[in-house]
């Protein structure tokens, strides 16, 4: 649960680096979208995990939902470091 909560922490920073780069009249609206993709994506990655488990072990169920959830981090990590990038250039103009 300890690891659970800190892996959702970790998402704070990018939610306010999300909003900064929003304009005002419509970052409810983002944060409802983004927060909406957020949990559907937790769904149909529990979803696939369960699929995983139905034809090989749970273990190797977790190792696989887990080793693409690292990849994806950081395959991301580059388009988090742009967008933080943009945002510097926007403040120093």
């Not at 970790?10 to 957020?38: H, I, K, N």
């Not at 994506?41 to 693409?68: E, K, L, N």
């Amino acid at each position: 649960m300890f690891i659970a909560s800190v892996g959702f922490a970790a998402t704070l920073p990018l939610q306010e680096q999300l909003l900064e780069l929003t304009p005002d009249p419509v970052r409810g609206q983002v944060q409802g979208v983004e927060s909406a993709g957020r949990m559907t994506w937790q769904g149909i990655g529990a979803a696939i995990a369960g699929g995983i488990a139905q034809h090989f072990t749970s273990g190797t169920a977790i190792t696989f939902v887990a080793a693409v959830s690292i990849a994806i981090t950081v395959f991301s990590r580059p388009f988090v470091v742009r967008a933080r990038a943009v945002r510097v250039q926007a403040a120093n103009a």
